[in-house]
């Protein structure tokens, strides 16, 4: 009959500072098949908003699954998230 449809909403906008880590390969996370995988830390400010890794991304019209939370040691003022590129920001027509 109906099947399920996946939505996000926005939590919040806010300035980053993106840091490109890698663009390579990955077999963990698609069932021991080689992948490409782009690797981004996104540091923002603590009080932008709450962010968890069940939360993602949406940069420069890519998507980016958050994979950890990381509270930086100066006063937790900034957070470091430490994401991959999952595929493109699609908007509603």
Request: with cysteine; proline share 1%.
């Amino acid at each position: 009959m109906g099947g399920t449809v996946e939505t996000w909403a926005d939590k919040f906008t806010s300035w980053a500072n993106v840091k490109f880590m890698t663009v390579g390969s990955d077999e963990k996370y698609r069932s021991e098949q080689v992948t490409n995988r782009t690797s981004v830390q996104f540091f923002l400010r603590k009080e932008s908003g709450t962010v968890s890794t069940a939360d993602r991304v949406v940069f420069d019209g890519l998507i980016y699954e958050v994979d950890a939370v990381v509270p930086t040691g100066d006063r937790l003022c900034f957070q470091i998230l430490e994401c991959y590129q999952m595929g493109e920001h699609k908007t509603a027509a």
